[in-house]
């Protein structure tokens, strides 16, 4: 158990988030963090196929998920939200279902590449492998709140470089236009597989929000109470009819882009090692250190949790049974399996 908060100024308190709820926002990216690491050495054994990396950028996941209704809202998460899926009741164990493509897969049977979320159930919206089409399918969802005169807002993540793809264009202006419930944030980690930032955009993506119509804000996205802020003000002014909100979250992807990627081609091991003391995890550690409501054993101790359950989960995604061949068709045609063949 945490010792009690002994500070009256804590930042998260004065958020509306309990001590609890930040030691448990820690430990879910510890837990992003170590999957993570462990699917580049399960990918480097041979074990599984591929793995897009979001080493880096789990704190404002994580923080932004938080700041969310977990229980209402409609997620449009981009392919390395890992923290952000966990955070809203995935489980390691379906992640590595997902990654060793098993028939148990939640997300789609084991079909689709790993991180292409889905769940009917915890309201995450497939994905599909083109960057960018999300946002204009997170847009749709707002536009269905506004219309059908609900409570819940959409939130969609995407990377810098499918800021320039036209479905975020579009998907920002209908957004606009319509005043819609949606929260596009932008997990800006510097570079678009091997293109750096400053051959992709000329200036501040938020800032492209004022053609649109809306408020656009960048935040440190190292800073998960700083997420959690701006997040949680965009999810108020969304749900009580205010409109869109672009956010930029500023991090760096301190992996390779996937497995496939040499990230060294076109970086500097100084670059990394520089941006690796800004990374927001031990930051956030130390503050809730500094808070008098965490401590290094209790650290050791969540850590050897998380192995744990990591253990389990990779061997139980390992020995899984695979999809039936059979099962091929499934989802492709209308009353397929029930009928036992095409129509």
Same mark, same amino acid.
């Given at each position: 158990?945490?010792?009690? /908060? !002994?500070?009256?100024?804590?930042?998260?308190?004065?958020?509306?988030?309990?001590?609890?709820?930040?030691?448990?926002? #820690?430990?879910?990216?510890?837990?992003?963090?170590?999957?993570?690491?462990?699917? &580049?050495? &399960?990918?480097? *054994?041979?074990?599984?196929?591929?793995?897009?990396?979001?080493?880096?950028?789990?704190?404002?996941?994580?923080?932004?998920?938080?700041?969310?209704?977990?229980?209402?809202?409609?997620? &449009?998460?981009? #392919?390395?939200?890992?923290?952000?899926?966990?955070?809203?009741?995935?489980?390691?164990?379906?992640?590595?279902?997902?990654?060793?493509?098993?028939?148990?897969?939640?997300?789609?049977?084991?079909?689709?590449?790993?991180?292409?979320?889905?769940?009917? %159930?915890?309201?995450?919206?497939?994905?599909?492998?083109?960057? !960018?089409?999300?946002?204009?399918?997170?847009?749709?969802?707002?536009?269905?709140?506004?219309?059908?005169?609900?409570?819940?807002?959409?939130?969609?993540?995407? =990377?810098?470089? /499918? /800021?320039?793809?036209?479905?975020?264009?579009?998907?920002?202006?209908?957004?606009?236009?319509? %005043?819609?419930?949606?929260?596009?944030?932008?997990?800006?980690?510097?570079?678009?597989? /091997?293109?750096?930032?400053?051959?992709?955009? *000329?200036?501040?993506?938020?800032?492209?929000?004022?053609?649109?119509?809306?408020?656009?804000?960048?935040?440190?996205?190292?800073?998960?109470?700083?997420?959690?802020?701006? @997040?949680?003000? *965009?999810?108020?002014?969304?749900?009580?009819?205010?409109?869109? !909100?672009?956010?930029?979250?500023?991090?760096?992807?301190?992996?390779?882009?996937?497995?496939?990627?040499?990230?060294?081609?076109?970086?500097?091991?100084?670059?990394?090692?520089?941006?690796?003391?800004?990374?927001?995890?031990?930051?956030?550690?130390?503050?809730?250190?500094?808070? =008098?409501?965490?401590?290094?054993?209790?650290? *050791?101790?969540?850590?050897?949790?998380?192995? %744990?359950?990591? $253990?389990?989960? !990779?061997? #139980?995604? $390992?020995?899984?049974?695979?999809?039936?061949?059979?099962?091929?068709?499934?989802? @492709?045609?209308?009353?397929?399996?029930?009928?036992?063949?095409?129509?």
């Amino acid at each position: 158990m945490a010792q009690a /908060s !002994t500070k009256n100024d804590n930042r998260h308190s004065a958020l509306g988030l309990s001590d609890e709820q930040a030691i448990d926002m #820690y430990r879910i990216m510890n837990a992003a963090r170590k999957f993570d690491e462990r699917m &580049l050495l &399960l990918q480097r *054994a041979g074990k599984i196929n591929f793995h897009v990396s979001g080493i880096g950028q789990e704190v404002a996941q994580v923080a932004a998920a938080f700041a969310l209704d977990r229980e209402q809202d409609y997620f &449009l998460p981009y #392919y390395r939200d890992y923290g952000f899926v966990l955070s809203v009741g995935m489980t390691l164990r379906e992640l590595l279902l997902s990654v060793f493509a098993k028939a148990e897969d939640p997300n789609s049977g084991g079909r689709q590449m790993p991180g292409h979320f889905g769940s009917k %159930k915890l309201r995450i919206v497939t994905g599909s492998s083109p960057v !960018t089409t999300q946002v204009p399918h997170a847009v749709g969802f707002a536009l269905a709140s506004k219309m059908k005169r609900k409570s819940f807002v959409s939130f969609v993540t995407f =990377g810098e470089g /499918s /800021s320039n793809q036209g479905d975020f264009h579009e998907g920002c202006n209908f957004a606009g236009v319509h %005043k819609l419930p949606v929260i596009f944030m932008c997990e800006n980690n510097q570079y678009a597989i /091997s293109t750096p930032l400053n051959k992709q955009v *000329a200036g501040k993506i938020s800032d492209r929000a004022q053609g649109y119509g809306f408020d656009g804000v960048r935040v440190d996205g190292n800073d998960a109470l700083e997420v959690f802020s701006i @997040v949680k003000k *965009a999810r108020e002014k969304a749900a009580n009819g205010g409109g869109p !909100t672009l956010i930029e979250a500023m991090m760096y992807r301190l992996s390779p882009h996937s497995t496939s990627d040499n990230d060294l081609a076109y970086r500097t091991k100084e670059e990394v090692d520089l941006h690796r003391g800004k990374d927001g995890l031990p930051l956030f550690k130390q503050y809730l250190i500094d808070c =008098g409501i965490w401590s290094e054993e209790q650290d *050791a101790e969540m850590q050897l949790a998380i192995r %744990k359950e990591l $253990d389990e989960a !990779t061997e #139980y995604g $390992d020995k899984a049974p695979f999809p039936a061949p059979e099962s091929i068709l499934q989802h @492709v045609y209308a009353n397929d399996m029930e009928q036992g063949g095409r129509r």
